[in-house]
Nanobody, 115 residues
Framework: QVQLVESGGGLVQAGGSLRLSCAASGNIFSINVMGWYRQAPGKQRELVALITRIGSTNYADSVKGRFTISRDSAKNTVYLQMNSLKPEDTAVYYC?????????WGQGTQVTVSS
């Protein structure tokens, strides 16, 4: 089992920045990929960014150049630095951890960007 706890969401004006954190605990050694997803009201959950065990990253086109995913292995924590935020970035952001046969989600953290 893997437990994920997100933090760092909030309300910010357009153009501002936020940093989300996701602390992982439990059977973390078998995690292959960690990522951030988001879900806006009335929309499907979508991938924002992910980082693999070896440090490769991938981003949704809508956030490339503005968001950066990183990790601190010593703290078992993954971060999402979000810059130049736009109102369309408003959503609940979820941390995700993937093993070979299991998929884990955090409880979600709200990000609201005002225009």
């Amino acid at each position: 089992q893997v437990q994920l706890v997100e933090s760092g969401g909030g309300l910010v004006q357009a153009g501002g920045s936020l940093r989300l954190s996701c602390a992982a605990s439990g059977n973390i050694f078998s995690i292959n990929v960690m990522g951030w997803y988001r879900q806006a009201p009335g929309k499907q959950r979508e991938l924002v960014a992910l980082i693999t065990r070896i440090g490769s990253t991938n981003y949704a086109d809508s956030v490339k150049g503005r968001f950066t995913i990183s990790r601190d292995s010593a703290k078992n924590t993954v971060y999402l630095q979000m810059n130049s935020l736009k109102p369309e970035d408003t959503a609940v952001y979820y941390c995700n951890a993937r093993q070979v046969t299991n998929n884990y989600w955090g409880q979600g953290t709200q990000v609201t960007v005002s225009s």
